[in-house]
C-alpha cells in the first residue's frame, strides 16, 4: 500500500504565494509520473502540472508562469510552489502518483487533498 500526505495549503491573499508537499511512503519498486490536480466547488478535478521521474514538467495554460513543480527522488516528495495567486485558484489540490509495485503493476495513487484558499 502506498500514501500520499500532501502539506502546505491555506488562505492566502491574492498576489501571495504557497508551497504544497506530497511525501510518498509504502512499499513500491519506483514512482513514474507524480502530479498536482485541484478540483474547485461546482467543478471537475483538473491538472495543474505534473512531472517525470526524469524531470519533465508538463504544466496547465492557467498556471503557465506562476506554478512551478519539482520533485526530490530520494524523498519521493513532489512540490508545487504557487506564486502570484488570484482567487481563480481557490480549490482543494490532490497529489497523484504513479507507482510501479513489486509485481511489475503500475498504480495510480491520491493523496486526501489539501485547501488552498485565495481571499482578501
Known amino acids: 500500500q502506498v500514501q500520499l500526505v500532501e502539506s502546505g495549503g491555506g488562505l492566502v491573499q491574492p498576489g501571495g504565494s504557497l508551497r504544497l508537499s506530497c511525501a510518498a511512503s509504502?512499499?513500491?519498486?519506483?514512482?513514474?509520473?507524480m502530479g498536482w490536480y485541484r478540483q474547485a466547488p461546482g467543478k471537475q478535478r483538473e491538472l495543474v502540472a505534473d512531472?517525470?521521474?526524469?524531470?519533465?514538467?508538463n504544466y496547465a495554460d492557467s498556471v503557465k508562469g506562476r506554478f512551478t513543480i519539482s520533485r526530490d527522488n530520494a524523498k519521493n516528495t513532489v512540490y508545487l510552489q504557487m506564486n502570484s495567486l488570484n482567487p481563480e485558484d481557490t480549490a482543494v489540490y490532490y497529489c497523484?502518483?504513479?507507482?510501479?509495485?513489486?509485481?511489475?503493476?503500475?498504480?495510480?495513487?491520491w493523496g486526501q487533498g489539501t485547501q488552498v484558499t485565495v481571499s482578501s
Open positions: 512531472i517525470s521521474s526524469g524531470g519533465t514538467t
Open positions: 497523484d502518483a504513479d507507482v510501479l509495485t513489486w509485481s511489475g503493476r503500475n498504480r495510480d495513487y
Open positions: 509504502g512499499i513500491f519498486a519506483s514512482i513514474n509520473v
